[in-house]
Each structure stands twice: as C-alpha cells, then as structure tokens.
C-alpha cells in the first residue's frame, strides 16, 4: 500500500517524522532522514519482523497509549550502530564497555521518546484526542524477545493496521539504519481515515 495515496495514517506519520527528523537535524550533531514508509496489517510480530535482523539482536524502545485509542509505537535500532546514533543525537559517543551500557539505554530512551511522541501527537491530534503514553520501556534481544515485550503491551492475537518507516542517520563518515513502528487498532484507523488528514 502506497500511504501518501491511500493511507491517512501513513501520510499522518510521514509528515510527522519528516518534521520531527527535520528538528533533529537542526539541533544535533547527525543528519536524519525518512528512507521510507509502508502500511501493512499483521499482528506485533509481523511489526517486528519489519527490521532486518539477521542473526544478531537489536536495540528497542516502545510504548503504548491506552485509552479510547490505544496504539503502540516503537523504534528498533542495531546496538552495532551506538556510537554512530549516540554521535549522530548527543555529538559524542560514550566509553566502550562491552554491551550496551545503562548511558547506551537511556540516549536511546531519549531518542526513542522524542521520536515516538512525536508521531504519537500527529495521530492523536488528527483525531482531536489527548492521549498519555506509558514510560518508555527498553529491551534488547532477537526477534522473539522484541516481540514478546510488544505484545505485552499491545495485546496478544489483535491485527493492526502497522506504518513501518526507515530511518537514515548520519554524521560525518557514519551512518545507521533503525525502523520506527506504529501499531494502530483497525477502529483507531479507520478513525483517522474519517479524518481525512
């Protein structure tokens, strides 16, 4: 499905990351860019799936909204890449100490944060809705583990209508590649395209 034709939650992130990864741009040391962004339906799972693990684990922040509207949202990132993002977004990278360190996971809570709020706000208010999003929540490990702590939050056997984005990050010779991921319930979408946005 082409969002920027048939979606208006797909043009709904879009836009909103484009303007968020705009301001990024403007006050940290990287340069950020949308690549791309697909709507789908599937289940946490089928979200998760959308990053190309490979065989090694990924980095990820999420969150979830309840309420009237409840969606989840997430940012998967490669923990080979956390000194390029943490370069990219603070304009220095910390001390290598094997793994991903407690200043690693909360750089990333930050970015996730800004990101995923920021797309939460176009969504909700498209739809004239306030909304209070959980504490952002951090977990590392395969797909499985990634999944596993989504469902958690978003529910168990539901199908979502998912935007799934890329984003580019750069700064100086280093880049990275991380998806973003909006889980939205088919009445919560189906909302939206009433909107008309």
């Given at each position: 499905?082409?969002?920027?034709?048939?979606?208006?939650?797909?043009r709904?992130?879009?836009?909103?990351?484009?303007k968020?990864?705009?301001?990024?741009?403007?006050v940290?040391?990287?340069?950020?860019?949308?690549?791309?962004?697909?709507?789908?339906?599937?289940t946490p799972?089928?979200?998760?799936g959308?990053y190309n693990f490979g065989?090694?684990?990924?980095?990820?922040?999420?969150?979830?909204?309840?309420?009237?509207?409840?969606?989840?949202?997430l940012?998967?990132?490669d923990?080979?890449?956390?000194?390029?993002?943490?370069?990219?977004?603070?304009?220095?990278?910390f001390?290598?100490?094997?793994?991903?360190?407690?200043s690693?996971?909360v750089?990333?809570?930050?970015?996730?944060?800004?990101?995923?709020?920021?797309?939460?706000?176009s969504?909700?208010?498209?739809?004239?809705?306030s909304?209070?999003p959980?504490?952002?929540?951090?977990?590392?490990?395969d797909a499985?583990?990634?999944?596993e702590?989504?469902?958690?939050?978003?529910?168990?056997?539901?199908?979502?209508?998912?935007?799934?984005?890329t984003?580019?990050?750069?700064?100086d010779?280093?880049?990275s590649?991380?998806?973003?991921?909006?889980?939205?319930?088919?009445?919560?979408?189906?909302?939206?395209?009433?909107t008309?946005?």
């Amino acid at each position: 499905m082409n969002p920027t034709e048939n979606s208006v939650v797909g043009r709904l992130a879009e836009l909103s990351l484009e303007k968020c990864l705009v301001r990024l741009s403007k006050v940290s040391a990287g340069t950020w860019q949308l690549v791309d962004t697909a709507v789908l339906n599937g289940t946490p799972g089928t979200a998760v799936g959308q990053y190309n693990f490979g065989k090694l684990p990924a980095a990820a922040v999420y969150f979830d909204i309840k309420g009237n509207f409840p969606m989840t949202s997430l940012m998967i990132f490669d923990p080979a890449d956390i000194d390029c993002i943490s370069k990219c977004f603070l304009g220095y990278s910390f001390p290598k100490q094997g793994g991903i360190s407690a200043s690693d996971e909360v750089m990333l809570l930050e970015l996730g944060n800004i990101v995923l709020n920021s797309l939460s706000n176009s969504v909700f208010n498209a739809l004239g809705q306030s909304f209070m999003p959980s504490v952002p929540q951090f977990v590392a490990g395969d797909a499985v583990r990634i999944a596993e702590s989504v469902r958690a939050v978003a529910g168990a056997g539901v199908t979502f209508r998912i935007v799934a984005s890329t984003l580019a990050i750069q700064c100086d010779n280093r880049n990275s590649i991380c998806k973003v991921l909006a889980l939205v319930p088919e009445e919560m979408a189906q909302a939206l395209e009433r909107t008309k946005a």
